[in-house]
């Protein structure tokens, strides 16, 4: 996909969720410390493929993928279409996991999310809290998959800006090391959430760097 094509695209699932209240999984803060915070998240269920590629084409592969379903690519349990406000953050993650006669219309939803290990990542949306695995539609591609993800604990860094490589790097960096101060067992590869359409000034940007971890 060129890249004006996903700005565009990109640009119109968050424009439709901008009309309302954006939705965000649900989570409880347990504790907050100037950027940091410590959080739990309810379960989700996530839409999610590989892709391969560096960060950026895989972001634009992936989202498309997933684009493709919410927008109808897929069998819907009760036949008609419908569309949804999407939801935030969208997410990137490093990867260690290896491993239907009428279409329904899903606005997009998030954390989209990334996960990538040897030049593969997978990509998520997580899906509308309307849904459950019965009544969410089926995608059509076979390269997409829908998975419950249990309830988890995460450290969060929050920060503005553009949320570029070196940036992220850091921010991870300081995310762990504050972890390691509060003796907390980190279980989970680090994830880049985004919670802004792409033409938003950096200084308005709210970026998150998320760790999991095991509660105590």
Do not use: C, H
């Amino acid at each position: 996909m060129k890249k004006a094509t996903y700005l565009l695209l990109s640009g119109s699932l968050l424009t439709s969720g901008a009309a309302m209240a954006t939705e965000e999984p649900d989570y409880t803060v347990l504790s907050q410390m100037d950027d940091f915070e410590l959080r739990r998240y309810d379960k989700q269920l996530v839409a999610q493929t590989l892709v391969s590629g560096d960060q950026d084409s895989a972001s634009r592969e992936g989202f498309k993928v997933l684009a493709d379903y919410i927008f109808g690519n897929n069998t819907s349990p009760t036949g008609g279409s419908s569309k949804i406000s999407m939801t935030a953050p969208v997410t990137m993650q490093p990867n260690n996991k290896k491993s239907d006669s009428e279409s329904q219309k899903i606005a997009m939803t998030a954390p989209v999310s990334m996960q990538q290990n040897d030049g593969e990542w997978r990509v998520q949306f997580t899906m509308p809290s309307k849904y459950t695995m019965q009544t969410l539609p089926k995608p059509n591609n076979p390269n997409i998959t829908i998975t419950e993800v249990p309830a988890q604990t995460y450290g969060v860094i929050k920060f503005s800006g553009l949320a570029g490589s070196k940036k992220v790097a850091t921010k991870t960096e300081e995310l762990q090391s504050w972890m390691q101060t509060q003796n907390l067992t980190i279980t989970g590869e680090p994830e880049l959430a985004r919670y802004n359409p792409p033409w938003t000034l950096p200084f308005l940007r709210r970026n998150e760097v998320m760790i999991a971890y095991r509660p105590k």
